[in-house]
């Protein structure tokens, strides 16, 4: 189980005050949530926990290169395998978002209001999850390398 839980086993070692100087408690929320939420269906439906992914950091804004968009960099890690995270939202979904101009959709809404976070923790139970993801006015997709 602990494999499947692993922000819990992070947390369970590290330094209290040391951890939630570098994460805020809203967010380190968010990702429990939602570990508990993809083990329980795991172990609801029989299945074996598997390894996750956890956000080892949050790296701010990147070079977009070339896209009209907002590049932030995360890293995560499971295990020893630490890997890059990409996350661009288009300058159209910025441009809506702060003008009020109209609706997006709840997850675009979300991913532009946690700087790209919650896209990250949405794909952390993925075994290969996207390096590069875009958010736009009509949702969340991965990116080809």
């Known amino acids: ?21 570098l994460h805020s408690f809203d967010e380190v929320e968010v990702e429990f949530r939602e570990e508990f939420r993809a083990a329980a269906n795991l172990l609801q439906s029989g299945m074996p926990p598997t390894r996750r992914w956890r956000i080892e950091s949050a790296e701010g804004e990147v070079d977009p290169g070339g896209r ?16 890059p995270v990409t996350i661009y939202i288009a300058g159209t979904a910025l ?23 919650s896209v990250v923790v949405s794909v952390l139970a993925i ?19």
């Not at 189980?1 to 100087?21: I, K």
């Not at 009209?68 to 890997?83: H, K, M, N, Q, S």
């Not at 075994?127 to 390398?145: A, N």
Request: hydrophobic share 45%; net charge negative.
């Open 68 to 83: 009209d968009a907002r590049a932030l960099l995360f890293r995560i890690e499971r295990g020893v395998d630490v890997r």
């Open 1 to 21: 189980m602990r494999e499947a839980l692993p922000l819990v086993a992070h947390l369970s070692a590290a330094e209290w005050q040391s951890y939630f100087r």
């Open 95 to 117: 441009a809506v978002a702060l003008a009020g101009l109209g609706e997006l959709p709840d997850d675009v809404a979300e991913a532009i209001d946690t700087n790209g976070r």
């Open 127 to 145: 075994d290969e999850p996207p390096r590069k993801m875009m958010v736009s006015t009509t949702g969340i997709r991965p990116l080809s390398e």
